[in-house]
């Protein structure tokens, strides 16, 4: 038998006809995954957390990102810092995955013990001439962003971060993110390559027929239609939209909002995102089932509960901000197959549980949507990896920024020599 060669990773992404999707090999390939994440996930800037993960003092957050590891550390000065998960003695990891408080960061092997601004405090056995001034913990380079902790694990991490920051800050400023609580945490892994994870959410298509608790609130006309496919009532709800979204958009400009659409997410995109501050069914007031706020203890200083949904989209990342919770979701790749997703309810810092919100009200259109999204990512990665798959088309109404997100891959891949 003739010897079958087997395409390369740029063989592969080059292959991919204009307007459809991506080879099956691209979501399912070891060798693809494990290079998606050192370009993907090592050198761009990644979503890792919220401010309201490291609270206080002495709060740590390890995240483990493929065979990296850092620690989110809130020091003495209230400062939020990153760090290398890698003890400067004999590399030992200093945390665990998840959530701890500490007095100060103590390796367990050999007890060599930092301070929470990285410095090594205290060793033992290392003799007189050690110096221990250059051994502190490895910095990783961190952005805040309202509530959201961006970090590169790169030496040289793309100088466009600062587009996402200048934009970000701005719009999150009235809603006093960092001055917010976690009130609900959710993860699991889907069984799905990353990059359907994000294709997913970079649609609605789908959402009409598999989003009931979404599409109570959310409108999917923001993301495309085919106005081929609209009945008459269809048009004229669609007139209604266009207009109710027009005089909100005037609305929030007025009162200092920064609402209309931004985008950085074409092929010279490094950092990619876009934002909007989108337009909210019915009272227009949250993502609820019933679109009215579920804590009335708005953000910040707020007392306009019709703000709509500030959202926020990254190649790792998805959040919705309202006028009285924020819904943050980050995604982290385990496999060619599989992909943590995290999400995290923040609420004002003050809000009372059973007082101001409930945990149901506030959490069942996005435990609901995630579960959805779940399972519909889990059998479109099946159905990749069947003989059978070829990629089809996507429609250019509602997919534009999927087929977006695979020119955008493609061309970090050739930056990047693949």
Request: contains cysteine.
């Amino acid at each position: 038998m003739p010897e079958v060669k087997t395409r390369t990773h740029g063989e592969l992404i080059r292959s991919r006809r204009p307007g459809h999707g991506m080879p099956g090999e691209l979501f399912g390939r070891q060798d693809v995954f494990e290079a998606d994440v050192g370009i993907f996930f090592h050198k761009h800037w990644i979503l890792v957390g919220v401010t309201a993960d490291v609270p206080e003092p002495g709060d740590v957050s390890t995240v483990n990102i493929g065979k990296a590891s850092i620690l989110i550390v809130r020091d003495d000065s209230e400062n939020v810092r990153a760090y290398r998960n890698v003890c400067r003695h004999r590399g030992a990891r200093l945390k665990e995955a998840g959530k701890s408080t500490v007095g100060m960061l103590v390796c367990p092997y050999h007890q060599w013990t930092y301070d929470l601004d990285g410095t090594l405090r205290h060793t033992t056995h290392m003799g007189k001439d050690f110096d221990a001034t250059c051994r502190s913990l490895i910095p990783v380079h961190t952005r805040i962003v309202g509530a959201h902790i961006f970090v590169c694990l790169d030496e040289n991490p793309p100088e466009d971060i600062s587009k996402l920051e200048t934009t970000m800050t701005l719009r999150f400023a009235p809603y006093d993110l960092q001055n917010t609580r976690i009130a609900f945490e959710q993860e699991f892994i889907e069984n799905g390559n990353w990059k359907l994870v994000i294709e997913n959410n970079r649609e609605c298509y789908h959402c009409q027929a598999t989003h009931p608790e979404l599409t109570a609130s959310f409108l999917p006309e923001d993301f495309g239609f085919c106005p081929d496919d609209l009945s008459d009532e269809s048009r004229r709800a669609l007139d209604e939209y266009k207009a109710r979204n027009a005089e909100c958009q005037v609305g929030w400009e007025r009162e200092g909002f920064v609402a209309g659409a931004f985008e950085w997410l074409e092929e010279d995109a490094v950092t990619q995102f876009r934002t909007q501050q989108l337009v909210i069914a019915g009272a227009g007031e949250s993502q609820t089932i019933n679109t009215k706020v579920a804590s009335t203890k708005l953000l910040g200083g707020l007392t306009r509960r019709d703000l709509g949904d500030t959202h926020l989209w990254t190649h790792n990342s998805w959040t919705h901000v309202m006028s009285d919770h924020a819904v943050i979701s980050t995604i982290i790749p385990l496999a060619p197959d599989k992909t943590l997703v995290r999400t995290k309810w923040l609420v004002h810092a003050d809000a009372v549980e059973g007082v101001d919100y409930t945990i149901p009200d506030l959490t069942e259109v996005w435990v609901a949507t995630n579960a959805q999204d779940k399972h519909l990512v889990e059998i479109t990665h099946e159905g990749t990896q069947d003989p059978a798959y070829v990629p089809g088309m996507f429609s250019p109404f509602t997919e534009v920024y999927v087929d977006q997100f695979s020119r955008w891959y493609a061309a970090r891949l050739n930056a990047h020599g693949i």
